[in-house]
């Protein structure tokens, strides 16, 4: 199971950190990603990191705006997100990869969604 | 970045017919794709991989080819549940990219 939490409203430029909790299989073992679907659009992978946290990876869009990280003692995966902007709002996913790959490739289970709003 | 671009955008069917969707990237991708089906409010469900390798669980109605750089999803006999959006998405390179999604709707 993956159970993301964190998401709410927030102004422009402002900061704001996802949760995701793991359940049923060995988190630390799976590579994870942040994957996200504005109202109405379509799916965008945002960021991914490999299981053993060592390996990071960001959407152009994101760099150096937000931060992927794992606690794998706590098997939960998170999302620092600063400086938000309009176009950051949808829904977030935490997604994990099928295989035993270091990089994410393809999800094999998805978590619910958490919804980020980000507006004046 | 891989662009990955579906066709149709959205479509009308029947009940029991059959249905394709395909899926072209940008440049050759080998077999490095997979195909998700989503419903309104709901995550993603993984349904294709490897471009044509069925996920444990889903039904055989669904099946995919393809390598390089054209893809296809077919339905073999549409049911009621498949009425959805499907995306198709490469992960030869990163970042992984999406396609912009086909919604299946009910004729």
């Known amino acids: 199971q993956l159970l993301e939490s964190g998401g709410g409203l927030v102004q422009p430029g402002e900061s704001l950190t996802l949760s995701c909790a793991a359940s049923?299989?060995?988190?630390?073992?799976?590579?994870m990603s942040w994957v996200r679907q504005a109202p109405g659009k379509g799916l965008e992978w945002v960021s991914g990191?490999?299981?053993?946290?060592?390996?990071?990876y960001y959407a152009d869009s994101v760099e150096g705006r937000f931060t992927i990280s794992r606690d794998n003692s706590e098997n939960t995966l998170y999302l620092q997100m600063s400086s938000l902007r309009a176009e950051d709002m949808a829904v977030y996913y935490c997604a994990k990869d099928r295989s035993l790959a270091s990089s994410w490739n393809v999800a094999d289970f998805w978590g619910q969604g958490t919804l980020v709003t980000v507006s004046s | 970045a891989i662009r990955m671009t579906q066709s149709p955008s959205s479509f009308s069917a029947s009940t029991g017919d059959r249905v394709t969707i395909t899926c072209r990237a940008s440049q050759g991708i080998s077999s490095y794709l997979a195909w998700y089906q989503q419903k309104p409010g709901k995550a993603p469900k993984l349904l294709i991989y490897?471009?044509?390798t069925l996920q444990s669980g889903v039904p055989s109605r669904f099946s995919a080819s393809g390598s390089g750089t054209d893809f296809t999803l077919a339905i073999s006999c549409l049911q009621s549940e498949d009425f959805a959006t499907y995306y198709c998405?490469?992960?030869?390179?990163?970042?992984?990219?999406f396609g912009q999604g086909t919604k299946v709707e009910i004729k």
């Open positions: 998405q490469q992960y030869y390179s990163y970042p992984p990219m």
């Open positions: 049923g299989f060995t988190f630390s073992s799976y590579a």
């Open positions: 490897a471009a044509s």
């Open positions: 990191i490999s299981g053993s946290g060592g390996s990071t």
